[in-house]
């Protein structure tokens, strides 16, 4: 993961300061190298500015097919709740090339909170011959752990916790894993009342990152569930602490957040 | 003669009108999300500290007690009206908060449940935007080191007129 991690930040890195697209690979003089040079020419600019959006207006007009275009020009409507906006122009990008953009428009689906939508576009994504993997914009999740936890979410845990299994044991090494994935497992465990499977899953989350306060509050919801008071308790203060820890970790896409008000609650019901 | 000369003038001056019309159609503000006063829907107390800083970062407004907290307070306050059973879909709520944690400039967008762009029951949008309005828990965005005016957004599900938890 940590190498993954690197790699991200490197073209996260590159992606802020260079071209994402390479126009060189359209012949010159065609309106797709066109369109092409004047999304690059956008990228100069504020995302979401006048100026930018009026560029990729000229690159979609001369070069209707060039996809890319409508994507970037998509990207500040999703951002800013433009829905409706943002999806007319990513679908534009999603029919002529959709093993490129599926599975970033069902990340938005995700963060507009349609999960059946997310996943009717990763199931499609992932039957693709050719899909490869893809991460959450921010580099956080393996877009199959969002497709697990969005099953989840419509109530669907066993296929849920298929999916995160299956994207957990595709990858070569441990150092794959994100930060959270096996939180997530763990979580999806206790949704589907499997808490010996979900104790081992979230202890194995602490190994690979103690620093997650959701972690333990769900490890003493298992305990609690098993009957195990005493260590329900305890994991339940350590969800407290940690919550309180200035260097704790953010889960983002975590799906299935704890507040404070959530670990406060489970202690004074122990108490 | 004169006949001549004022359409020769007129098809110039739909040339040059042409010209500056770069999509037809288009129209942006300075950013996607600028939120204009509309004096007929918006409030005219509402004012931002310094607009011409009003930042485009959701993740820097919070809601006091987060989502959760959000969410409790819409289910508590949404009272169902059969005539709202028909309507299964999305609103998507924009809005605006000054430095003060005073918000304005409501706008929304309803979608059904395949995002398609749908029109709800009337008594169903003012109802929901009634209840947006009376939230007050939002917190503007501290940004290097300065409190701001900003842009936010979120979602609310609805499934047979009634409220869905997220």
Redesign the interface.
Known sequence: MKTTILILSFFIFCSKSFSQVNCYIYPENSRERKACELSDEALKY?Q???ES??LF??AI?LGPKFHWAYYEKSV??F??????EG?KLLNEAVKLKPLDYLWYRAYW?WQ???N??CIKDLETYYAMPKAYIQFTPGGEKDMRIILGLAYA?TGNYTKGIETILNCLNSYKTEDDFGFADYHSLGVLYVKNKQYDKAIKALKKQIIINKDLADTYYYLGIAYKEKLDLKEAKKQFKNALLKFQDTNKFININAGF?V?K??ILEAIEKLE | MKMKTISLFTIFLFFILSCNN??EG?Y??????DTAYNPNTDNKDFKFCDSTNVL?K?ALIKYN?????LEAELLNKFVFNPKFEHFSG?F???FAINCKNKTGRYRL?T?D???L?TKPPNQLSEHILSIIKSLNGWNHPFYKGKDLDG???F?I?IINGEIQK?
């Open positions: 504020k979401g500015s006048k959006q009026l207006d000229k007009t500040p409507y951002k800013r709740g433009f829905l409706i999806l689906y507009y909170k349609n059946e939508l979410k957040k507040y008000s959530d | 770069e999509i288009t942006y503000e300075n950013q996607i999300g485009h959701r007690g987060g989502e959760k907290a999305y998507i709520v924009r967008q979608l449940s395949s995002f762009k842009y936010s957004f979602t599900k997220t």
